[in-house]
């Protein structure tokens, strides 16, 4: 059997069911294959939940706890990559088992993963085709790269010119259509994946204007926009289907989905508050810090022996800092409402041989928060401190939400397909899945199984 996947980063399966309607393609899903919700793994991250994805593994087990980590035996915050992922992915299996692979700008994918590749977001050679076809794309369609996100510069200017940022993500995405559709045809796969950035840019953005439970909805014409989006990922999933033949099974899969955002939290200031952290000109100076948060709702404590610098003693200092940590931000409260749905100690979450570089503690927020943006940089002296009632993005997922309030989409359609609609499937049963259906045996490592696709 030969497997088509279509990534869709964000795609939400609420909005989804809100528009099906005007969504034909998704309807089919629902009413002759199975549908439903994936659920990604603690953080709904994009670079943790396709690592997740490809490995079939929690993060313990792959070593992608964020999308910022703490470096080992360093203070530096480190910003993760391919090669932060540290377990072997389905692209490495399906090549073993001598099946044809091509990816295309699949977040944290490489090029040394073989097959037909272009590595995809938070890689270095994001866009660029490996080598083995470069030089065909560039003489077909005279670009040395396949865009699947926009450029940082068009990212910035998004509320000065949001008509312009709509046109832009609209292009790249028919363009990358296009050269994913020819490919589709011109190349032998077993096994083809291309992933979309569009829907998650967009909602990051303009969540509040398709949902009227956001605080600053208003309904005007980007929320059509958003709408159209949809619209146009329904007719890509439809160009797919009318090229691949009906041994072919097509999935529709998303990494984690979205909720309101309305107000972040810049947890170094409490940590600071309370005593846990000190700082120094607006910064929070690390190595004379307890705790210190890197990335969105993470929380590294400073100890003797395993930082270079450490101020508490392992063991028993550890475990009575860890719960002080715990129980003083249980107690935060903005204006009468709890940011915190908890705070969970690192092996409460994850299992596995990565365990150790993972964050001690897990602030999972409520929906309608989320961890500020620069949370190493505290509020001091400006109106941000503490919270920022007025983000950028009024969409979230990422800082940190429960999985369960961010589900993604999950949708199969194809030979021996079941028609069951309203599945809920954890983010690592997906690769094990595949593997199955490919007659691939499901390695004994992996954390998720196959989905049961017989009565
Ligand atoms: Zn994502």
Redesign the pocket.
Known sequence: MKILVLGF??ASPQLIDDWIDELPVFRKFKKEGVFGHTIPPIPA??PV??ATFMTGKNPGNHGVFSFFMREKGSYERKIVGPETLKSKTIWHLLNEAGRKVATINV?MSDEEEGGLVVPGFLSRSEGIPSSNFRARIERKFKTDRIQGDLEIDTLERVEADPDSFFEKINEITDKMTEICLYLLQEEEWDFFMPVYMGL?RIQHFFWRHVDPTHPRHEENKYGKAVKNFYAKVDRIVDDFLGLVDEDTMVMVLS??GFCPVHTEVVLNDYLEHQGFSTTRSERVDVVRSKAISYGYGDIWLNVKGRESKGVIGPGEEYERTRNEIIEYLRTITIDGQKPFKDIRKREELWWGSYLSDAPDLTAIFNIGYQAARRPEVTGKNSLKRYVNNNPRWSGG?DGTHDPTDVPGILGLLGPGIPNRSGVEVPLWDVAPTILDLMRIPVPVDMDGRPLKLTE
């Open positions: 980063d964000g991250q994009t939940a396709w977040p998650d990494d984690h997922h």
